[in-house]
């Protein structure tokens, strides 16, 4: 007999999607950064969180969908992001809702990240949300060495040490309805490294 296998609902990849997103978002250790010190205000770990549905809904909704679209029906519709956007919203968001400029090139892996998790469920696999899942699971989160630049004073830049052991608390990747994500805006400059070889994520005043 003849093993047959089913091509996922758009209902479920739809779901595999946000979950992917919301994964790669706490995997992020400039956002990590800014919710563990609280930069986005005591309800910085809810941010985050409207952050993840933030950039899902960048993208059109597959489970109100009858049926996966074909990449000429995506570009036909012109209802996809192109991973430049997401960038953009990425460094955005953390810089209005997280007073956090961050000047390294992790908001564009991230980007990207997303990128590859929408392809692959596009198609209905679900390899790179898995590596996600993996990734969190088994505590995979960066030693990250960040250096805030208060105000103009290049002398007064504090560092931070932090191995993310996982003390916060939300650690729950479940979607919920998210509020749209705010326009794209331009650009930041590019990296500024310092000569010990630190990337400046810096923080407005």
């Known amino acids: 007999m003849a093993s047959t296998s089913s091509t996922p609902s758009p209902a479920t990849c739809q779901s595999n999607f946000e979950q992917g997103v919301a994964i790669a978002l706490n995997l992020w250790p400039a956002l990590t950064l800014a919710v563990q010190n609280h930069w ?4 910085s770990a809810d941010k985050r969180d409207w952050f993840a549905g933030a950039i899902v809904e960048l993208f059109s909704d597959l489970s109100k969908l009858p049926a996966l679209p074909t990449p000429a029906q995506l570009q036909e519709s012109d ?9 953009t919203v990425l460094l955005q968001v953390m810089l209005d809702e997280f007073e956090v400029n961050v000047d390294d090139e992790s908001a564009f ?10 392809n692959e469920c596009l198609r ?12 969190w699971g088994g505590g995979d989160k960066k030693k990250v060495v960040f250096r805030e630049v208060e105000s103009q004073d290049d002398d007064a830049d504090t560092d931070w040490d932090t191995d993310d052991s996982g003390s916060d608390d939300d650690e729950d990747v479940e979607m919920s309805d ?18 010990d070889g630190f990337t400046k994520v810096s923080r407005k005043k």
């Open 109 to 118: 892996e991230v980007a990207e990240q997303v990128m590859r998790v929408r």
């Open 40 to 43: 986005g205000g005591p309800d």
């Open 178 to 195: 998210a509020p749209a994500a705010p326009p794209p805006k331009e650009r930041k400059a590019s990296p500024e490294v310092d000569e």
């Open 124 to 135: 209905g696999k679900f390899d790179e949300v898995e590596a996600l899942r993996r990734r």
């Open 79 to 87: 209802s996809e992001p192109e991973q430049v956007d997401v960038e």
